[in-house]
Nanobody, 121 residues
Framework: QVQLVESGGGLVQAGGSLRLSCAAS????????MGWYRQAPGKQRELVAS???????NYADSVKGRFTISRDNSKNTVDLQMNSLKSEDTAVYYC???????????????WGQGTQVTVSS
């Protein structure tokens, strides 16, 4: 079983910055991808940013140039630095990890409990 614990959400004014952090713990063989998704009220959950073990990043077009994802593979942590925040960034942000439990099993996606980010205009 894998646990993802997020921290760093909160209330910020438009144009401000926040940093989200997520730490994975538990028993597993490897983590292939770590990332962040978000879900605003009435909308589907969407990818914000992801980062593979090999360093390949993927960003939503709406956050490119404003958000930066980073990862510490040795500590199984992933951070999301969010700058120039806009009201449309308001959502619950979820940490996600694609985990290989052991070499004989297929990978599985785990989710954190979510952290609220509210940007006031």
């Amino acid at each position: 079983q894998v646990q993802l614990v997020e921290s760093g959400g909160g209330l910020v004014q438009a144009g401000g910055s926040l940093r989200l952090s997520c730490a994975a713990s538990g028993r597993f063989f490897s983590i292939n991808v770590m990332g962040w998704y978000r879900q605003a009220p009435g909308k589907q959950r969407e990818l914000v940013a992801s980062l593979t073990t090999g360093g390949i990043t993927n960003y939503a077009d709406s956050v490119k140039g404003r958000f930066t994802i980073s990862r510490d593979n040795s500590k199984n942590t992933v951070d999301l630095q969010m700058n120039s925040l806009k009201s449309e960034d308001t959502a619950v942000y979820y940490c996600s990890a694609v985990v290989v439990p052991n070499p004989t099993l297929v990978e599985y996606r785990y989710w954190g409990q979510g952290t609220q980010v509210t940007v006031s205009s």
